[in-house]
T-cell receptor
Framework: DAMVIQNPRYQVTQFGKPVTLSCSQT?????MYWYQQKSSQAPKLLFH???????NEADTPDNFQSRRPNTSFCFLDIRSPGLGDAAMYLC??????????FGNGTRLTVT | QKEVEQNSGPLSVPEGAIASLNCTYS??????FFWYRQYSGKSPELIMF??SNGDKEDGRFTAQLNKASQYVSLLIRDSQPSDSATYLC???????????WGLGTSLAVNP
């Protein structure tokens, strides 16, 4: 089945220790997104790629970076995680003008 | 500021009843409307999308859009306990790359 796969499902990192979350897709969608979602809040868009074109949200902290080496893969790098970065991180994909499809998410805990 | 508003609930309905979830949006130029279901601790799952005024039906789900009144609703017929989740409304201006999300309505279907 075509899908969006995030790894790992659960990630525990220490305060200030860099962490990378990964996302892969078999849907061949040209747009990939990273969202952050905290408890009882709406998903918050961090950035997205339209093909190789990177689009950063104005309020995304510099601590968050992303890479998309090819159509299928996208990575979220958190350079120095703080306690406030503990959240569910959601990767999604879409074709242009089509609905978003989410992966299963990565739950990040910062100790 | 573009906004999407939903009643946070919880909305409680008995099994077999119709659940009605509502969403209003502020941007009159919005063109695409989505309903996602999110179980606790899981990622959002696309339930319905609608682009044109009127009703769109898919199985037990019906999305209703009224652009003049700037609201979109989701009806769930024959509600089941497995429908108990948070329902997120999302709206975009056209290319879907920037969705505006509501905070979600919590639905509880009681056996």
């Amino acid at each position: 089945d075509a899908m969006v796969i995030q790894n790992p499902r659960y990630q525990v990192t220490q305060f200030g220790k860099p962490v990378t979350l990964s996302c892969s897709q078999t849907l061949n969608h040209n747009v990939m997104y990273w969202y952050q979602q905290k408890s009882s809040q709406a998903p918050k868009l961090l950035f997205h790629y339209y093909d190789k074109d990177f689009n950063n949200e104005a309020d995304t902290p510099d601590n968050f970076q992303s890479r998309r080496p090819n159509t299928s893969f996208c990575f979220l790098d958190i350079r120095s995680p703080g306690l406030g970065d503990a959240a569910m991180y959601l990767c999604a994909t879409s074709r242009i003008n089509s609905p978003l499809h989410f992966g299963n998410g990565t739950r990040l805990t910062v100790t | 500021q573009k906004e999407v508003e939903q009643n946070s609930g919880p909305l409680s309905v008995p099994e077999g009843a119709i659940a009605s979830l509502n969403c209003t949006y502020s941007d009159r130029g919005s063109q695409s409307f989505f309903w996602y279901r999110q179980y606790s601790g899981k990622s959002p799952e696309l339930i319905m999308f609608i682009y044109s005024n009127g009703d769109k039906e898919d199985g037990r789900f019906t999305a209703q859009l009224n652009k003049a009144s700037q609201y979109v609703s989701l009806l769930i017929r024959d509600s089941q306990p497995s429908d108990s989740a948070t329902y997120l409304c999302a709206v975009s201006g056209g290319n879907n790359r920037k969705l505006i999300w509501g905070l979600g309505t919590s639905l509880a279907v009681n056996p």
